[in-house]
Nanobody, 134 residues
């Protein structure tokens, strides 16, 4: 059974740090790309960071230089290190998994498609809440 479980959320002060984890089970981890999304009340879901099976990474503009996505293929965990947190980072964070696919020889998930609301990921976690407040 495919399962993604997020953890590591909580309350942080502005300028502080948190590290989120997405623990994966039920499928061959190394053949998947993973993306962290976030959503806060009244706002649309937003792609935050993505890491492919080849360890290529993509980031939403507002988190570049502050957040780092990584993966541990042996432990089957995807991390999101968040530094320099801002109140605007407050949201429910959840991870999604995508089986690596190719269209005409190029990865279907790429720098243009990873955060598209129309891109269909195969599995989703339930999320972990991040609140940034003083």
């Amino acid at each position: 059974q495919v399962q993604l479980v997020e953890s590591g959320g909580g309350l942080a002060q502005p300028g502080g740090s948190l590290r989120l984890s997405c623990t994966v089970s039920g499928f061959t981890f190394e053949y998947y790309a993973f993306t962290w999304f976030r959503q806060s009340p009244g706002k649309e879901r937003e792609g935050v960071a993505c890491i492919t099976n080849n360890h290529e990474t993509y980031y939403e503009d507002s988190v570049k230089g502050r957040f780092t996505i990584s993966r541990d293929n042996r432990r089957k965990i995807v991390y999101l290190q968040m530094n320099g947190l801002k109140p605007d980072d407050t949201a429910l964070y959840f991870c999604a998994a995508d089986w690596v696919k190719y269209t005409y020889g190029s990865p279907t998930l790429n720098e243009e498609t990873w955060s598209s609301p129309n891109y269909e990921y195969e599995a989703w976690g339930q999320g972990t809440q991040v609140t940034v407040s003083s």
